[in-house]
C-alpha cells in the first residue's frame, strides 16, 4: 500500500539567491550550509498494517510524513502510495480561522479530493462524528484546539481511505473523544486501511500497532516489534544524560522482550517472586494469591540516593501497576561502593488470568531517566489462573458483589 525508498530532505542556504537559482538547474553551486531532517528513509506498508512511528523532537517524524503526503517534495528518493492518503498532520492545517466548521469542512475536504456533491452527502455523518453542536457553524476561531481536533478528524475519516496518517492530533482531545477515534481507527485498519500514527504517548502504540519505527536525526534507529523498539526508546532516552549507560536487548522467556539499560552504579543482582506465606518460588500464581518480590542490589560506587521501583506489564505491553519507593518515600540515602541491599515488595496478585512480566529499575528521583542505575524490562515473566474466583474477564480482579432487587 506505501513504499518509500530512499526518501531524503535538505534544506539548504546558499550566498546569494543567485546561486540558489543555479542551483535549481543544476548548476554545480555548494550551499553555505545544508540541514537533512530525513535522510536515506526506506520501509513499505502493506493492507491493514499499522504503522508507529515514534523519536523525540526534531527526529524527522512530521517531514517524513510531509513527504509522504506530498506536501513537501523530496531531496532525494520517492514515496509510493498505493491508494487514497487522508492525514491529519498539523492541528487546523488547511482550516481558515474565519470560516465556519461546516465551510470549513466543504473547502479542505475538497483539497482532499472530494466532490462538493460527496461532501454534502458525508456531512451529516461529519457532524455527528464530531460532536461540537451549534458551533459548527460558528468561526472556527471561537474553536478550543480540542473542538478543532474533533472536526479535522471526522473529516480526515469522514470516507475510509486506503492509508490513514494521524500525527499527535488526537492527544489535544478529551478522553470520550480519544476513544471514539480509536475505535474507527481500529474498524479502518480491520477493514484494510494501512495506518501511520505518529504519537509521544507510547500506550497507544503497544496496542495499536503491528510495527514501530524510531527516528533519531532523519534516520531509522530501529525497526521491529512494539515492544522492542519501545522498550529501546525509553532506554536511549535515559542515555541521553550519561554516555557511560548501556542498552541491551534480547528475546527470551517465551517470546517476551528482555531489554536492560544503565550505567551500573548499582546493579539487580537478582530478583525472584515467591508465595508471601511459604518463600517457595512461584511462575504461576493464583489470582488473589500474596506474593513477594525480592530484589538483591549491589552498589557499585557511591550513591548519595536510590530508588528501587516494580512494574507489572500484561503480555500487550500496557501498564497494568508500577510504583517505586520515591513515591513511598523510602528512598534509600548515601550508599557506599560494596553496599548490598534486599528490597522486597509483598502484594496480592489482584490479576486477571494471563501473562505478566515484571520490570525492575534503579535510579534516582521519580523516574528512571534521572540517573539510571539498572533497568530490566521483563525480568521476570509469569502466569496467573483463576481457580478459586468466579469466571471474570480482564487484567484486574476487583473484589464485587451484585445486589439483584425485583
Known sequence: MLSVSHLSKRYANYASNLERFAGWFGAPVKPTEEFWPVRDISFSLAAGEALGLIGQNGAGKSTLLKLITGTVRPTEGVAHVGGRVSAILELGLGFNPEFTGRQNAFHAGGLMG??????????????????????????????SSGMQARLAFALATAERPEVLIVDEVLSVGDSYFQHKSFDRIRSFRAAGTSIILVTHNLDDVRPLCDRVILLDKGHVLKDGPPDEVIDYYNALIATKENEKLTVEQRREKGQWLYTRSGNKAATVESIELTDSDSGAPVKSALSGQSLTIRASIVAKEAIPELVVGFMLRDRAGHVVWGTNTWHTKQALSNLEAGDKVECRLRLSCALGPGSYGLSVSLHTGGVHVDSNFDWIENVEVFEVVNSSHPFFIGTSRLDHTFEIIR
Open 114 to 143: 472530494l466532490s462538493q456533491a460527496r461532501l454534502t452527502e458525508l456531512m451529516p455523518h461529519i457532524e455527528d462524528f464530531a460532536e461540537i453542536g451549534e458551533f459548527f457553524d460558528q468561526p472556527l476561531r471561537t474553536y
